[in-house]
């Protein structure tokens, strides 16, 4: 079965709003996800380190402030997209510490 | 820092045919080596494999062989399924990095009848 879930697998949202994404550990506790973003035809890029119950990592050249990491538990980690416009439109996928384990993906699409 | 190179695809093959995707790489150190496979509308897969130079990770049929002389490790599969239509990231985890991951660009897989 899955080891790692997210949730929504996809979402529609206006611009401006704000999203949730969730990523859960079934199977593990996790101290240290790891959050990607795909856009379409292309490969995945490291957005973040998110690691319980300190402050999340972020790769060069991503707003810490637009891309909310919280990660509370040893089972969840949160993405929030705040104020998003139509560029962040995009497959975000979380990832645990494991290679071998990454979540099914969230489809966003901002109108 | 650390980067995968990918060829471009896509690249269509007939059922059957015998399938090469090729991959290097650039480190510090000795990374562990990955391919995933990324199936229409699905998340990523771990395909296989390698830790260590000469080591070769095999599954499903597919194989690869961690080379550290000419920084690659290619795919290949003897005889492709239309099954195995997909696209497929080369990708590396540095030694001490974190567990961190690095990308190819991924290439499409078609495989026709």
């Known amino acids: 079965g899955a080891v790692v879930s997210q949730h929504p697998s996809w979402v529609i949202c206006k611009s401006g709003t704000s999203v949730k994404i969730e990523c859960r550990s079934l199977?593990?506790?996790?101290?240290?996800m790891f959050w990607y973003r795909q856009f379409p035809k292309q490969s995945l890029m490291l957005m973040a380190t998110?690691?319980?119950?300190?402050?999340?990592?972020?790769e060069q050249g991503v707003e810490k402030d637009k891309f909310l990491i919280n990660h509370a538990s040893l089972t969840l980690s949160t993405l929030t997209v705040t104020s998003a416009h139509p560029e962040d439109s995009s497959f975000y996928i979380c990832?645990?510490?494991?290679?071998?384990?990454f979540g099914p993906g969230t489809r966003l699409t901002v109108l | 820092g650390n980067s995968v190179t990918q060829m471009e695809g896509p690249v269509t093959l007939s059922e059957e045919a015998f399938l090469t995707i090729n991959c290097t790489y650039t480190?510090?150190?000795?990374?562990?080596l990955f391919w995933y496979v990324q199936y229409p509308g699905e998340g990523l897969q771990l395909l296989l494999k390698?830790?260590?130079?000469?080591d070769k990770g095999s599954n499903k049929g597919f194989e690869a062989t961690y080379r550290k002389e000419t920084t690659s490790f290619h795919l290949e599969k003897g005889s492709v399924q239309v099954s195995d239509s997909a696209v497929y990231f080369c990708?590396?985890?540095?030694?001490?990095?974190?567990?961190?991951?690095?990308f190819g660009t991924g290439t499409q897989l078609k495989v026709e009848l």
């Open positions: 990708a590396l985890s540095e030694a001490g990095g974190g567990n961190k991951l690095t």
């Open positions: 990832r645990l510490r494991n290679e071998q384990f």
């Open positions: 480190a510090t150190g000795y990374p562990s």
């Open positions: 390698a830790t260590k130079a000469d």
């Open positions: 998110s690691n319980e119950g300190s402050k999340a990592t972020y």
């Open positions: 199977d593990f506790q996790a101290t240290t």
